[in-house]
């Protein structure tokens, strides 16, 4: 598939740099490879090979997944990284045509995942109370053109929200990203259909501890809490030559990122 005018592309520098851009044939691409004309890039195949102005150094190209999307996207709040959105997109059942809300937008990593997953006729209610993150994600996502008729923003504090304009029993799945959700799991009960799932990631025990009591204390039932753990494992194998003979010794290095903690509940 060759790449066009408007197309909007993931320029890849290496794992730690990619960036998102709309490309315009006047436009220009500064980083620390240097300066790369969109122009070089437009009529290209996605996975080719840029060079920069002076032909020394080069990025790639790449065609948008939602992995991708959730590297590049600025980082402004804690993001969830592949693992984390995988694991609630799957604990929130987001198949196709399915109806879910979401709380908070943040930096939309999860937001994409969860539109890609409901399409063609799903619908993605995301909310955010941040003024500033509200309208750089929603300008963002205008030039994602496969899924942005499939989201509805909201420029809401979900806390206070009232959900007049929601039919009870309509919501197939609630996702809460937020640092109180306690404070709103009661709207939740008669707006999710039978056997709606509510799934809420936190990064501490405590906060688990609250959000128990408050799914207790409304009725939810099938509470279950899972730890989310990634571990990194580079093996590297020493040959040694004794007696004539070769040995291998292998070490092996891990490294850990901050846990998290998901909810999937189960209403």
């Not at 004309?37 to 020394?56: A, Q, V």
């Not at 059942?93 to 979401?102: C, F, V």
């Not at 909310?127 to 994602?144: D, G, I």
């Not at 008669?190 to 990064?203: A, C, D, S, T, W």
């Amino acid at each position: 598939m060759r790449i066009k005018e408007n197309h909007s592309v993931i320029v890849y520098v290496d794992d730690y740099n990619m960036e998102l851009v709309k490309l315009k044939n006047e436009g220009i691409i500064t980083n620390r490879k240097g300066i790369f004309l969109h122009k070089d890039i437009i009529g290209k195949e996605y996975g080719h090979k840029i060079y920069d102005t002076l032909y020394r150094n080069y990025i790639y190209v790449l065609k948008k997944s939602p992995e991708l999307i959730a590297s590049s996207l600025k980082r402004q709040t804690q993001i969830l990284y592949e693992h984390d959105i995988s694991f609630i997109c799957l604990l929130a059942n987001a198949l196709p045509n399915k109806t879910i809300i979401e709380a908070g937008t943040g930096t939309g990593c999860l937001t994409y995942a969860l539109a890609s997953s409901v399409l063609p006729y799903g619908t993605i209610h995301t909310f955010e109370f941040n003024q500033e993150r509200y309208l750089q994600v929603k300008k963002q996502y205008e030039s994602f053109y496969n899924i942005k008729n499939n989201i509805i923003f909201y420029h809401k504090d979900i806390i206070n929200y009232d959900f007049k304009e929601f039919k009870e029993g309509t919501i197939d799945s609630v996702v809460l990203d937020m640092p109180n959700p306690w404070l709103c799991i009661k709207k939740f009960h008669n707006l999710l259909k039978e056997r709606g799932i509510i799934v809420i990631f936190l990064p501490c025990i405590e906060q688990v501890y609250k959000i128990v009591d408050a799914l207790e204390e409304n009725n939810f039932c099938e509470i279950i809490t899972y730890e989310l753990i990634n571990k990194s494992w580079s093996v590297i194998q020493n040959k040694k030559r004794e007696n004539g003979k070769m040995e291998v010794s292998q070490s092996v290095h891990t490294s850990t990122r901050k846990n998290n903690t998901v909810n999937n509940i189960v209403d």
